[in-house]
């Protein structure tokens, strides 16, 4: 029997794979949507519990602390979106900071020398790791073998009392410098220029090719971006100033944005992500794009590191320990990565990291216990692996065997 096209595309089967596109191109155009709303009703909860939670001085202080787990889960972004995994980059950074630590503090070196030595060890392990794991060795057994022959080499750049203090040395500077306001200002005003000058470059390019668009694609997104710019800059700087290692994370963040997004470098990055084996019969270097997501990793785990060994005066063996790893992962994914490669964006390292910072800082200024921050963050993390299996598969129900 001859089945007709129109039976074919009015069949359930057919309905169900039109419904799951169309969720999955919703979820792509909108997926920091759900996890501001997220992020809204976090700030609610605990704003409600103790106003103190979204005043100016703990806002600065939520701020300084996503930092370090931000530029990680960067890192670990690049990984994720060619389908790996790394679980070593927590101790990584703990160990390019003992590195960096070491060598300007206790060799007197310059602290560029130092940074940049660091950054080399991070990119330096990572490239190992990503060697090993071209042999066909899962990323997974890798990295975690990686994590606990770090932890024995971070002993070994330590020296005998296993701590490097940089109190009071240019090493320190990394995060207790602050950009005064005039300047911090001036930066959100040319942010907001530029960002306002692609959105209409965007348009322009959309004219061109007869595709139909408005004015409002180039105003209200712009209005939105100062908003969010020019609010940050009067928030932080009623304290002492824009913090250095902020405009860190931000120059990393768009270097990384225009990376991903303007670049072949980023086609590349996803349709390795998206379908592996089709990359490579269309010609795209997979093996060699996968190395490049882990030498990003490892600079971003040195800098990590370095800004998280300056916040906290010294480097020691519980550097890059606890649950920094967990949180640099989780914010990654719940942030709007996919586990399961091709899907999601550089700034879903931000807005993780936003999520699982503010919870951590609101169950601290509660005096709740630790436990609670644990369930809390966990929880968080399997909802949004949850929810990243359902677009995946563009069903609610699971596929039958």
Known sequence: MTISTSSAVGSPAARRTSVGRA????????????VLVVLAIIWAVFYSQNSAYLSFQNLTNLTLQIVTTAILALGVVFVLLVGEIDLSSAVLSGVCAAVAAGLTVNSGLPLPVGIAAGVVAGMAVTFVEAQVIMFGIPSLIVTLGGMVILQGLILVVLPPEFTVSVAGTPFAEIASTTVPAGASYALAAAGTVAFAAYRLFQHRERLSTGTSTSVVAVVLPSVIVAAVLFGG?????????????LLILTAMLLIAWYATTQTRYGIHLYAVGGDREA?????????????????????CAAVAGMVDASRQLGV?????????????????????????????????????????GS??????????????QYFATGSVLIVAVAIDVVLARGSLLPRRR
């Open 316 to 356: 020691s063996v519980t550097s890059g320990s606890g649950p920094l790893m967990l949180n640099a992962i989780a914010a990654a994914v719940v942030g709007g990565t996919s586990l399961f490669g091709g899907r999601g964006s550089i700034w879903s390292a931000l807005l993780g990291a936003l999520i699982i």
């Open 23 to 34: 969720i999955e191109s919703a979820a792509r155009a909108h997926r920091s949507i759900p």
């Open 233 to 245: 800059v009067f928030t932080l700087t009623q304290q002492r100033g824009m913090p250095m290692p």
């Open 359 to 372: 919870i951590n800082n609101g169950v601290q200024l509660l005096g709740l216990s630790t436990e609670v």
């Open 279 to 299: 990359a490579q019969r269309a010609g795209i270097p997979v093996r060699r794009m996968v190395l490049y997501s882990f030498l990003v990793l490892g600079a």
